[in-house]
Nanobody, 123 residues
Framework: VQLQASGGGLVQAGASLRLSCAAS????????TGWFRQAPGKEREFVAAISWSGGTIHYADSVKGRFIISRVNAKNTAYLQMNSLKPEDTAVYYC?????????????????WGQGTQVTVSS
């Protein structure tokens, strides 16, 4: 599975952005899609994950109530709607796919990664 993340940008605090993660390759096999982020000088952290069916969703506490993860399998695309953005949301955001790791919050469980898209939130 190859992943391409897009949709990042520079916004002011309180604004919204929608990230997209387009998948290609062996997309007929079910996989969990996760979003992670890495801020400068910090470790990569879990943001959200969604099961293949969309019926199971996890969020990090820091984004719960502000971010919404979704997917449209017919388009091989997952999304991360980010609302009420804060300066501390500034990071490079990565989408990832896991065929065997379940709804993991650990990046090591994800076999495939996109290239990352920069999100910068100014105060």
């Amino acid at each position: 599975v190859q992943l391409q993340a897009s949709g990042g940008g520079l916004v002011q605090a309180g604004a919204s952005l929608r990230l997209s993660c387009a998948a290609s390759g062996r997309t007929f096999r079910p996989y969990v899609t996760g979003w992670f982020r890495q801020a400068p000088g910090k470790e990569r952290e879990f943001v959200a994950a969604i099961s293949w069916s969309g019926g199971t969703i996890h969020y990090a506490d820091s984004v719960k109530g502000r971010f919404i993860i979704s997917r449209v399998n017919a388009k091989n695309t997952a999304y991360l709607q980010m609302n009420s953005l804060k300066p501390e949301d500034t990071a490079v955001y990565y989408c990832a796919a896991s065929e065997g790791g379940g709804m993991s919050h650990e990046d090591i469980q994800y076999e495939y990664w996109g290239q990352g898209t920069q999100v910068t939130v100014s105060s």
